[in-house]
T-cell receptor
Framework: SQTIHQWPATLVQPVGSPLSLECTVE??????LYWYRQAAGRGLQLLFY??????ISSEVPQNLSASRPQDRQFILSSKKLLLSDSGFYLC??????????FGNGTRLTVT | KQEVTQIPAALSVPEGENLVLNCSFT??????LQWFRQDPGKGLTSLLL?????REQTSGRLNASLDKSSGRSTLYIAASQPGDSATYLC?????????????FGRGTQLTVWP
């Protein structure tokens, strides 16, 4: 069966520091991968999606970037965090016609 | 642009009640609709996926229906239990959109008290 791992679960970082969140998927090949952000009082916002290694599409211009160095690995990064980057970050994967499956999320607090 | 609305935003019921959560969307040209459950501080768990050609899907005490022409879906929960307390979100995948591009509602926060 397929599983998705996302870490860390919680993170507190000062403004201006770098960020790296990692997500890996097991039990499937060539998944579609996504990064979502869920801010307090707001809905889920799609940040990035990827259909293959090295193929990244951005939905919203922002202070973040994403990379997919391996088929089942998706990384969310920032060179310098802003206060507005605080939120709940969720990685997800799907197949061509399968449901979207989410990781457990990372709670990021920028202080 | 597809907009997804969920009503009510919050719902509090006693244990044992049957209840209905509503989801509406503005663009009926959808590929599928998915219902999720989210516990506090956790990721989303997929509950049911309804393809655009289907009218309903069932899983245990959950039944989701889809009326594409009217832009509506309902999630029916039978004999609710305190363990059902969570936020329920619906999301639609639009035809012709970049694969996997889902539009989410803001969710219905359900509390079932014993």
């Amino acid at each position: 069966s397929q599983t998705i791992h996302q870490w860390p679960a919680t993170l507190v970082q000062p403004v201006g520091s770098p960020l790296s969140l990692e997500c890996t998927v097991e039990g499937t090949s060539n998944p579609n991968l996504y990064w979502y952000r869920q801010a307090a009082g707001r809905g889920l916002q799609l940040l990035f999606y990827s259909v293959g290694i090295g193929q990244i599409s951005s939905e919203v211009p922002q202070n973040l970037s994403a990379s997919r160095p391996q088929d089942r690995q998706f990384i969310l990064s920032s060179k310098k965090l802003l206060l507005s980057d605080s939120g709940f970050y969720l990685c997800a994967w799907s197949g061509p016609d399968s449901p979207l499956h989410f990781g457990n999320g990372t709670r990021l607090t920028v202080t | 642009k597809q907009e997804v609305t969920q009503i009510p935003a919050a719902l509090s019921v006693p244990e044992g009640e049957n209840l209905v959560l509503n989801c509406s969307f503005t663009d009926s040209a959808i590929y599928n609709l998915q219902w999720f459950r989210q516990d506090p501080g956790k990721g989303l768990t997929s509950l049911l996926l309804i393809q655009s050609s289907q009218r309903e899907q069932t899983s245990g005490r959950l039944n989701a229906s889809l009326d594409k022409s009217s832009g509506r879906s309902t999630l029916y929960i039978a004999a609710s239990q305190p363990g059902d307390s969570a936020t329920y979100l619906c999301a639609v995948r639009v035809r012709g959109s970049t694969l996997g591009r889902l539009y989410f509602g803001r969710g219905t926060q359900l509390t079932v008290w014993p």
